[in-house]
């Protein structure tokens, strides 16, 4: 396959969808983008890397499966994250559900071998060993919260959506979003700083 | 990129916002993702559309191929005649066709809904599964707690994970070690390393079996695989643990420095505690202090010495350098309270 220029490759893949060449367009959003969909589903998931490849692949099979309805609305990366971002908060329902059948016992063990509560800590200043925290602390927050922050900032810049295309995602205006990032960005440092509240 | 991020979201969140970058950086995505995204997307992409500029071209290219004019009329007199004899056939066809796609729309509507119908059922059982497990664990019948939790792991891939760890804390709890111990191996086994709170759980949990089985080197490895895992809920457990292990080896080998790394892994495990909250530094030493306990003035267990294993400071006792230690984070805890 040709090299595509990465300028590029959304006008590439919009017109090999419209032409109906579907091989090629899975091609070129696979390749352009998968790294940006595993993280973001990484991140949204805490890490568990199995978990987030199930995910990642998901999301390119319900790309395929709506790929003939692809059209020039969207960036090919917003529409990726919007599949990605449903799919992983349903993922997070699912799971929400079996860590509360097993919180019980969970808290059972660790009671036994001497667990802890949630943590709270004085430090002021971001230090290294805050950012430390940080996989921790985007865990502590509302699935919601976390999505918008990996979508806006969680990728190198190629692979972060601006905050109008993340609008676009979860049906809000621009304002809403930027208001949903700052609060989002807020409570995350709030968390890392106190460890919680 | 839109606007300066430091104007849009301040200056006190531009270390967080960099954090997050950072923390993107470091996740690296596995090699074989790409060929397997292709592979099964290949299989679900609808079938290639032919673009109406093929059709322009061919008929552009009969046309210039068509010299002369008696000859292009009688082709377009063929086709009209054509149209006219196939037209109604044309139409009818597409009729079936339509009635034909809604008898498949409607049966995949019908399969869709059998489907959820099953999924709820599956998901009714294994809710029913579960509570009874959970009965039969709080009423202390680990055995058939453990029946229970197993069945649903065994019959849902999905839930596996959460199940066997389940399965296997009541095969511990039943003082059936062997048998915990061979349901978590089994899952790890294969497993490449991942940093979840059920992996970090499931090791935490093998290493307290190791712990009881009296495998002191493997209980330390599991203990430490979370321990040194960063920031996670069990890591103040896991080091007090170490400390425990350490303090048995301590016991056997009268090694000093046995005891200063038992030393070194309860004062973590102190840290660890009091970067969350002062009250649970003080319970940390609290338990510290409880498991200085013998094991005759313990409440009584059918699993024996093996049960109160993972709560064992008894070598410890009598040691000076210990007591000195205990005296000072107690002093310096009520302190601080």
């Known amino acids: 396959m040709a090299e595509v220029h990465p300028e590029f490759i959304d006008q590439q893949i919009q017109a090999s969808a419209v032409a109906g060449d579907y091989r090629r367009t899975l091609d070129l959003l696979a390749r352009t983008y998968l790294d940006t969909v595993f993280h973001y589903c990484c991140r949204m998931l805490n890490g568990d890397r199995a978990l987030a490849e199930d995910v990642t692949q998901q999301v390119f099979e319900e790309a395929c499966k709506s790929i003939a309805e692809f059209r020039e609305e969207s960036s090919a990366k917003t529409w990726l994250l919007a599949i990605a971002h449903n799919l992983a908060l349903r993922e997070m329902k699912t799971r929400g559900r079996r860590a509360r059948l097993l919180d019980t016992h969970a808290a059972e063990v660790t009671a036994r071998v001497h667990a802890a509560p949630a943590p709270e800590s004085e430090s002021e200043v971001l230090s290294r060993e805050r950012l430390r925290r940080l996989p921790w602390a985007l865990g502590q927050l509302e699935p919601a919260e976390r999505s918008i922050l990996m979508m806006r900032f969680g990728g190198e810049r190629r692979g972060e959506l601006p905050a109008a295309e993340i609008a676009q995602i979860l049906g809000v205006s621009r304002a809403t979003t930027y208001r949903q990032l700052q609060e989002a960005l807020a409570q995350l440092k709030r968390i890392m700083t106190h460890g919680g509240g | 990129m839109e606007g300066d991020e430091r104007e849009e979201y301040g200056e006190e969140l531009q270390d967080v916002i960099e954090g997050l970058r950072r923390l993107a950086r470091g996740v690296e995505t596995p090699p074989a993702l790409l060929a397997k995204v292709l592979t099964r997307g290949e299989c679900l992409l609808p079938p290639q559309r032919r673009s109406m500029g093929w059709w322009r071209q061919v008929v552009r290219a009969w046309l210039r191929g068509v010299g002369a004019p008696p000859g292009w009329g009688l082709a377009l007199a063929s086709a009209c005649l054509v149209l ?241 230690w205990l005296n000072q984070k107690q002093v310096l805890s009520q302190m601080s309270l």
């Open chain 2, 84 to 324: 006219l004899f196939a037209g109604p056939t044309i139409v009818t066809l597409r009729g079936a066709r339509a009635r034909l796609q809604a008898q498949l729309e409607a049966v995949e509507k019908r399969e869709r809904g059998a489907l959820e119908h099953a999924q709820q059922l599956m998901h009714m059982v294994i809710q029913q599964a579960d509570r009874l497990g959970h009965a039969n664990f709080e009423l202390g019948r680990y055995e058939e707690a453990e029946e229970s939790y197993w069945q649903i792991a065994e019959r849902n891939p999905q839930l596996q994970d959460d199940y066997l760890i389940k399965a296997a804390t009541a095969a511990w709890y039943a003082c059936d070690y062997q048998k915990a111990r061979d349901m978590l191996e089994e899952r790890i086994k294969d497993k490449p390393r991942s940093e979840s709170s059920n992996d970090l759980l499931r090791h935490f949990v093998l290493g307290s079996v190791y712990h009881s089985l009296g495998d002191l080197d493997t209980a330390m490895n599991q203990y430490k695989i979370v321990a040194e895992s960063g920031e996670n809920e069990y890591v103040e457990a896991a080091w007090f643990n170490v400390g425990v292990v350490y303090a048995l080896q301590y016991q056997k080998s009268k090694d000093e420095k046995e005891m200063e790394k038992s030393l070194a892994a309860l004062e973590e495990s102190i840290k660890e505690a009091s970067r969350r909250s002062r009250a649970q530094s003080a319970e940390r030493i609290r338990k510290i202090q409880e498991a200085l306990k013998p094991f005759d003035q313990r409440p009584l267990n059918k699993c024996g010495d093996q049960y109160h294993v993972t709560q064992d400071l008894t070598p410890l006792i009598g040691v000076s350098a210990f007591t000195e």
